[in-house]
């Protein structure tokens, strides 16, 4: 690492100075925190650093979810900060969020006094190995108990955090390090260029596609994440081939262009599309979930060689960026007849088939009437979600968040709350149901506290609706521990100090979500609903 700034003897840094100042050279202007007792020093230092604005939260999962969104909207790193032990645990479901989803989010963690760790005294907040919390969902880890060491060794999680496919990464310092002072100075960032796929493999890609006769392409979570969306359209306009997102891949083409045709999450409509092609280019996605036959040929773009092929076998491995190895793929591809009117056909049989599935569908085209174009929605894992991820149009990458293949019940909230810190002038809306909502609707005080105003839409049907469900569908509807008794929900809001109303007419919804993001105000809006159909 290239030293920015040395310091003489009379200009030492503490620890958590240099965490300070590192943290301001790799650009982060936010740290989402909960404080205690070893992040004390650390904290102290940030007084001194006014570039850096901390959002304290109301728990430790908070912390990770809103370093999520802010990433994924911002497309820079976001930074939690939580005390050992018992915060990372916490802090420990957003992480997992994080890495599902390839989010880059830092995670610094105390530790225990140094003399202690992995002694098991039974120290505050203490846990054996506490490294072996955070491997499994975090892509990087280091423990750093030297002052000097701090600056150089956040510049390296956010060189690894960064570079080929993002994921977390965690980096834990205990108090006696935030402490203590060294000479060691800030360290210049370092970014690894990114890289496109080997010629070889682009011309492989490119001679298979020309001998396609059905092309489809996969647009995965790896487009949005790598700013390729420009580049695959080209792609998919030389080819005029349909494009199916996933879930993370929503964004990754305009969803009013006339070759986009949904998306492929757990979603029956789309079988079709996939089925009758006979070469699919799938970007960015490890491709679960697709189904595809034997017969049908992959070519497999992912800046992880190790994805490739996971979910079926690549008769082309393409490993490189998504946006520069697309790039090079349509400088050898030539354009082919038109095929809107077909692929058009496609997508409205698709959605002619959701609309049939029960009211979610009328609920999701009611939101996109009251979000506007520029919005961005967060979605829990709830009911009417589901149908957003099938059915809800998204114009642009970075505007649309899920949990990816972690389920993660509660997230959507505070994500929402990072997502509207990495765009304040944006619309941000949040899809959640009663029982997402409140994993972290005290997060509402940190909201009115530091100004973070979005619009949450409570979907109530009086249950974990999906449990109910299953218990209905495949039970005999013997209900059991999916049942909930919720609060006044109007009244929770303000409560808070924020905003709060009942909508029981989903005609007037476009209208409540218009109204309340024309306030300055953090605002929940309930809507009481029956339990509805599965959309699978």
């Not at 349909?242 to 757990?266: C, F, M, N, Q, Y």
Request: proline share 6%; net charge negative; hydrophobic share 45%.
């Amino acid at each position: 690492m290239q030293q920015v700034s040395g310091v003489g003897e009379a200009e030492q840094l503490t620890g958590g100075q240099a965490l300070a100042g590192q943290l301001v050279a790799e650009g982060v202007e936010v740290v989402f925190g909960l404080p205690g007792d070893q992040l004390m020093a650390a904290l102290d230092a940030f007084v001194d650093a006014p570039e850096l604005r901390y959002v304290v939260t109301r728990h430790e999962q908070a912390t990770t979810y809103m370093a999520d969104g802010y990433a994924r909207t911002s497309g820079r790193p976001g930074v939690a900060m939580v005390v050992p032990g018992v915060g990372v645990y916490n802090a420990a479901t957003g992480l997992a969020t994080a890495y599902a989803c390839s989010s880059p989010v830092l995670l610094l963690a105390g530790q225990v006094n140094r003399a202690g760790i992995g002694k098991d005294l039974g120290l505050l907040h203490d846990v054996h190995d506490q490294l072996e919390i955070v491997r499994p969902i975090t892509k990087w880890a280091r423990r750093i108990t030297d002052a000097g060491d701090v600056a150089a060794g956040v510049a390296e999680a956010f060189t690894r955090m960064t570079s080929g496919r993002p994921r977390p990464v965690e980096v834990e310092i205990p108090p006696e390090t935030f402490a203590e002072k060294t000479t060691a100075g800030v360290t210049a960032p370092v970014r690894v260029p990114r890289q496109a796929a080997a010629d070889t493999q682009v011309a492989a890609a490119a001679a298979l596609l020309r001998t396609a006769s059905a092309p489809v392409i996969v647009a995965g979570g790896g487009v949005v994440l790598g700013d390729a969306s420009a580049a695959l359209t080209a792609v998919a306009e030389l080819l005029q081939a349909p494009v199916v997102t996933t879930r993370e891949g929503k964004g990754a083409i305009d969803d009013r262009h006339p070759l986009s045709v949904g998306t492929a999450w757990v979603n029956p409509r789309m079988r079709p599309v996939l089925g009758v092609a006979d070469v699919v280019l799938a970007v960015g996605t490890r491709g679960a979930g697709l189904g595809l036959q034997e017969n049908q040929q992959l070519i497999h773009v992912d800046v992880d060689a190790a994805q490739i092929g996971r979910n079926h076998p690549a008769a082309v491995a393409v490993a490189g960026d998504a946006a520069l190895t697309l790039e090079a793929l349509a400088g050898q591809l030539r354009r082919r007849d038109d095929r809107t009117a077909e692929i058009r056909a496609m997508r409205a049989t698709a959605e002619r088939e959701l609309a049939a599935v029960g009211p979610q569908w009328e609920m999701v085209q009611a939101l996109r009437r009251g979000i506007p174009e520029d919005g961005i929605l967060v979605c829990d894992t709830t009911s009417v979600a589901y149908m957003c991820h099938m059915g809800y149009p998204v114009y642009a990458p970075r505007t649309y968040l899920s949990t990816s293949y972690m389920g993660t019940l509660g997230f959507g909230y505070p994500a929402s709350l990072g997502v509207k810190v990495a765009a304040p002038d944006r619309p941000v809306v949040t899809v959640t149901g009663d029982g997402g909502f409140l994993f972290a609707s005290n997060e509402l005080a940190t909201a009115v506290q530091h100004g973070i105003h979005t619009v949450t839409v409570v979907f109530d049907d009086g249950a974990y609706g999906n449990s109910n469900r299953d218990q209905r569908d495949r039970f005999g509807g013997r209900e059991y521990g999916t049942v909930l008794r919720n609060p006044d929900w109007v009244a929770l809001a303000r409560a808070f100090g924020a905003d709060g109303m009942v909508v029981r007419d989903l005609a007037h919804l476009p209208g409540a979500l218009t109204e309340a993001l024309a306030t300055e105000a953090s605002t929940v809006i309930a809507v009481p609903m029956d339990r509805l159909p599965s959309p699978f």
